[in-house]
């Protein structure tokens, strides 16, 4: 295997966020809601008002999908924290 070969199959691809909430018990409540669901795919955390999440993929489309599928659960999780 050459260096460039090497290279494409080591790389990765990886996004930060922060999303920010209301107040502290509010992100506990909704990371807890949607902390199974990340296993293996992404890591989480909260800190203060905000739910830190890395996510690292083998493709900008895998990237992508896994970001879709977070964003979706995190909405889901917020509006009925937030009720």
């Known amino acids: 295997m050459d260096r460039m070969e090497?290279?494409?199959?080591?790389s990765r691809v990886k996004c930060a966020l922060?999303?920010?909430?209301?107040?502290?018990?509010e992100a506990l409540h909704?990371?807890?809601?949607?902390e199974l669901d990340n296993q293996g795919y992404?890591?989480?955390?909260?800190?203060?008002?905000a739910i830190l999440a890395d996510i690292s993929a083998e493709?900008?489309?895998?990237?992508?999908?896994?970001l879709d599928?977070?964003?979706a659960c995190v909405?889901?999780?917020e509006k009925i924290v937030s009720k």
């Open 69 to 71: 599928d977070f964003l």
């Open 18 to 25: 922060l999303l920010e909430f209301a107040s502290h018990e």
């Open 6 to 10: 090497s290279n494409r199959m080591s």
């Open 30 to 34: 909704v990371h807890r809601s949607i």
């Open 42 to 49: 992404l890591s989480t955390k909260v800190e203060g008002t």
């Open 59 to 66: 493709s900008l489309n895998s990237l992508l999908h896994t």
């Open 75 to 77: 909405g889901v999780a």
